[in-house]
């Protein structure tokens, strides 16, 4: 793999989760804040490969590659800027908080013949990636019901997370995972009918429970049962599946996984972390190998594609909607998407 140097936007926990995968591919960052805690970020990692650099335009002019960090109703902006500069994107989840949006990215990064990323992480932890190949092996059969659930204290380290109209909510900013995994096992969405019970907007009182259930309708038949909670501070971090098929079933708990744990990044309070596990290699930097060797001549494609990541967020949002409305909402899945099944399925 050829030397790298990356342009990391953001300096909070999903950016200190990154940053050492980077640093163990060999990788020199740059890293740029609007808030100075880039600075605060280099000085952890003095004697490392990382600098901070005083604006966005120095970061780009430097890097390979863009990996985008900041809150989500940035990425659009920042993604679109990378791009303009034929520089490769790696984008936290969700890709855009529109799935328009998304699309747009994605349609600049093909245009400019770069890569585009979505870091749906949890593709990358052992017992979902396990779980897929078990499904793709067809050890299960035809998939019938399949449930996840993921919850934890709810975020109050950034003031953003309190307002949907930045952070999409429970759904979009938590479920997104899930769905995304729904759909990498299941295929695509169809139908969605969805439910938030709580107060979404932060008032400044001490934080209140939120949780959504969304139901998923795949075009396969199979039905999608997806749980997200922000619960109270004490709330313990937990992620749960259970796939049933025609011939079998398989299911997983978190917390019954003795290897795996929350790890706080920077100073954090409880229950405020990045789930790791210290039994396997970092899913981030499995994750973050697999983008970087697809940029290579002749590397493999990462199991994560743009086309992913818009799906993704065109989900969650048909959720939000039906929360709102209380009525289900059909899926209408872009004339791109529909090639990329007809393809498949020929």
């Known amino acids: 793999m050829r030397p790298l140097h990356i342009g990391l936007l953001g300096a909070g926990g999903i950016a200190r989760a990154h940053l050492p995968g980077w640093l163990e591919l060999g990788a020199r960052v740059s890293v740029y804040t609007v808030d100075g805690s880039a600075q605060k970020l280099a000085a952890e990692f003095e004697g490392r490969a990382v600098t901070a650099v005083p604006s966005l335009d120095a970061l780009l002019d430097e890097c390979t590659a863009v990996d985008i960090c900041t809150p989500t109703p940035t990425h659009k902006e920042l993604a679109l800027a990378a791009v303009a500069a034929d520089r490769h994107v790696v984008c936290e989840k969700p890709l855009a908080l529109t799935a328009g949006d998304a699309e747009e990215i994605a349609t600049a990064a093909e245009a400019a013949g770069v890569h585009l990323h979505p870091a749906h992480v949890v593709r990358y932890f052992p017992a979902y990636a ?38 999409g909510g429970v759904i979009m900013d938590l479920m997104v995972h899930d769905i995304d995994i729904a759909r990498w096992i299941a295929g695509d969405v169809v139908r969605v009918h969805a439910q938030t019970r709580g107060v979404e907007h932060a008032t400044g009182a001490d934080a209140e429970v939120v949780s959504a259930t969304a139901v998923l309708t795949h075009a396969s038949g199979a039905v999608s049962h997806v749980t997200g909670l922000w619960g109270l501070p004490d709330q313990r971090f937990r992620t749960t599946f259970r796939i049933a098929g025609a011939d079998g079933l398989l299911r997983h708990d978190s917390t019954s996984v003795p290897g795996y744990r929350i790890t706080a990044q920077g100073v954090r309070a409880a229950n405020e972390g990045i789930p790791s596990s210290p039994m396997t290699e970092s899913p981030y930097l499995t994750e973050l190998r697999e983008f970087a060797a697809s940029w290579q001549e002749g590397g493999a494609a990462p199991r994560v594609s743009a086309r992913d990541g818009i799906e993704a967020v065109r989900i969650a949002e048909a959720a939000v909607e039906s929360s709102r409305t209380g009525r289900a909402v059909e899926i209408r899945t872009s004339a791109k998407a529909v090639e990329a099944i007809e393809e498949v399925t020929r």
């Not at 092996?137 to 659930?149: P, Y």
Request: proline share 8%; hydrophobic share 40%.
């Open 130 to 167: 396990a779980m897929q190949q078990a499904v793709s092996r067809g050890e299960l059969g035809d998939l019938a019901v399949l449930r996840f659930t993921r919850g934890g204290a709810r975020p109050q380290w950034a003031p953003w997370f309190g307002d949907p109209a930045k952070s």
